[in-house]
């Protein structure tokens, strides 16, 4: 029997010492906040956050836990996430703000590809059931899922993913796949309010 194993992280090192891409790490975030891609929704939870790979080590800074709310970051408001255990569920950190339990999504990705070194994740309902619907359909065709009849659905609603081997690609994916699904969107929503 498995079971869930609540997030922990914790301070494994003093200071967070400054990092090189921070101040693109800020124009990036500024713009997925024009965007209301990160940010504040209206029961004032805080959503979205992004990170850049520390070199080609394993580690990465990522934006802090609450941190959604603030228009402008300090390197203060990031974290450097250098250790982590998928089965514990754990992450060590260094810095004086907490890195969010999604840094374990990022930390996934830059384990599993070497040449990404920047993540974004945000929140986007409409991008996020076309690419769930799409997902579905691909296990059809790519596992046994056909036999087995039964899924798993991860439950982060509107909750979007997007790397590339720098912010600019990740964000350009991003904006992409938005412009991509606009049309299955807007179909979904006609369908669901009907003039
Ligand atoms: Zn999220």
Known sequence: MSKYVKFTSERV?????PFDGFAELNA???KLRELRLIGVDSVGIGF???SMRDGATKNFYITGSA???IAELKPADCAKVVAYDFERNWIGYEGS????SESLT???IYESDATVAAVIHCHDSGL???ILNQALMRLFSVTDVRSKKTLAMAGHEGGVVTFGKDLEEAFTVLMDARKESAPCVNDTFRKRNPA
């Not at 090192?13 to 010492?17: A, D, K, Q, S």
Request: aromatic share 8%; glycine share 12%; net charge positive.
């Open 13 to 17: 090192n003093g200071e967070l010492t």
């Open 48 to 50: 979205g956050n992004l």
């Open 97 to 100: 703000t907490v890195p969010s």
């Open 67 to 69: 941190t959604a709310g």
């Open 106 to 108: 990022h930390a996934a």
């Open 28 to 30: 990036y975030r500024r």
């Open 128 to 130: 996020w059931s076309v």
